[in-house]
């Protein structure tokens, strides 16, 4: 009984920025990794940021030095800090994470519904 809902998407003009949210909810023991995937109209869904449990991070090339995931384990939540927003950067943004329901239960893979954000010129 887990899920995954995300918030703070909207409408933003070019060179702005937004933060976005993702928190756990539910009966769960552990989150391991977590990410932020986008999918833009007519694309493939692609990864834009992860972290793990400890903190480390990777980004796709093209949000690197803009944007910054990080997480508050004590709240079960993962953001994404977006800045210097692009109009590619228009996408529904999906928060993954990796969650396992007991200790020593393995882990399994959830997707929030997704938030859209739209970036003007």
């Known amino acids: 009984q887990v899920q995954l809902v995300e918030s703070g998407g909207g409408l933003v003009q070019a060179g702005g920025s937004l933060r976005l949210s993702c928190a756990a909810s539910?009966?769960?023991?552990?989150?391991?990794?977590m990410a932020w995937y986008r999918q833009a109209l007519g694309k493939q869904r692609e990864l834009v940021a992860a972290?793990?449990?400890?903190?480390?991070?990777n980004y796709a090339d093209s949000v690197k030095g803009r944007f910054t995931i990080s997480r508050d384990n004590a709240k079960n939540t993962v953001y994404l800090q977006m800045n210097s927003l692009k109009p590619e950067d228009t996408a529904v943004y999906y928060c993954?994470?990796?969650?396992?329901?007991?200790?020593?239960?393995?882990?399994?893979?959830?997707w929030g519904q997704g938030t859209q954000v739209t970036v003007s010129s």
């Open positions: 972290i793990t449990s400890g903190g480390s991070t």
């Open positions: 539910g009966s769960f023991f552990s989150i391991n990794a």
């Open positions: 993954n994470a990796d969650i396992s329901q007991y200790s020593g239960g393995r882990y399994r893979n959830y």
